[in-house]
């Protein structure tokens, strides 16, 4: 649910008809309205380590393949019986589907960390 924020300050821009025709297009394919697409769009890009709820679903779900890739790719060349390898899989799925935000949250650090350094 959507806190009820008291937006008392307006902000407008003119755009040509091509360009509010890409607006609301962009607004449909995300389900919202074009003014609450665009006020979405401008409150995202003020912080750029914040992520809209899709983007975050969609970059959790990247950072778990890695994660299960990585680990998945160590696990199938170790020297381990067929048993403990099923076995190992079977665990690391279930870890990565316990902690997909802590996934999310470090990959997010790291991606971070290498922007600024």
């Known amino acids: 649910m959507k806190k009820n924020l008291n937006r008392d300050r307006i902000v407008t821009f003119r755009v040509t008809e091509d360009e509010y025709a890409a607006i609301a297009n962009a607004a449909l394919a995300a389900d919202d309205e074009p003014n609450s697409w665009c006020r979405t769009v401008?409150?995202?890009?003020?912080?750029k380590a914040q992520t809209t709820i899709d983007n975050r679903a969609i970059y959790t779900e990247i950072a778990c393949l890695r994660h299960l890739f990585h680990h998945g790719?160590?696990?199938?060349?170790?020297?381990?019986?067929?048993?403990?390898?099923?076995?190992?899989?079977?665990?690391?799925?279930?870890?990565?589907?316990?902690h997909a935000n802590a996934i999310y949250e470090q990959l997010l650090k790291e991606r971070l960390r290498r922007r600024q350094g």
């Open 42 to 47: 401008a409150l995202s890009s003020t912080n």
């Open 73 to 98: 790719f160590n696990i199938l060349f170790s020297n381990d019986s067929n048993a403990l390898k099923a076995s190992a899989w079977d665990m690391l799925g279930k870890f990565t589907n316990d």
